[in-house]
């Protein structure tokens, strides 16, 4: 869900449910990158609630635009990783022979 200015999209925050600090903070690494980010940053509301809101601030892109490039990002970040370490295992087993 969205909370923002209806007149300023270059300013809103995010509420994501049934998430918490392992994806806020990835997906705050990943806007810090961007350079059409002028702020980003994370909150959840109570620790008992599985809930994180996450404020973005841009130059002049839709803060909605750069959220969607920021995940798209870190899915790539993800499979990157996620096929190093497979080649590594494949490695490691070939050379265990």
């Known amino acids: 869900m ?10 809103s925050t995010f ?6 600090h392992t994806l806020a903070n990835a997906v705050r690494f990943s806007l810090n990158q961007d350079p059409r980010v002028t702020f980003s940053g994370y909150s959840i ?3 008992s609630d ?3 809101n996450i404020r973005i ?3 002049g892109d839709l803060a909605a ?3 969607k490039d920021a995940c798209q990002d870190l899915m790539l970040m993800c ?6 370490f497979d080649k590594a295992v494949v490695d490691f087993k070939m050379s265990e022979r």
């Open 15 to 20: 509420s994501l449910t049934d998430e918490d």
């Open 50 to 52: 599985n809930k994180v």
């Open 79 to 84: 499979q990157h990783v996620r096929s190093t």
């Open 2 to 11: 969205e909370h923002g200015s209806f007149s300023d999209h270059t300013k």
């Open 57 to 59: 601030q841009t130059t």
């Open 65 to 67: 635009d750069v959220l």
């Open 45 to 47: 509301p109570h620790p």
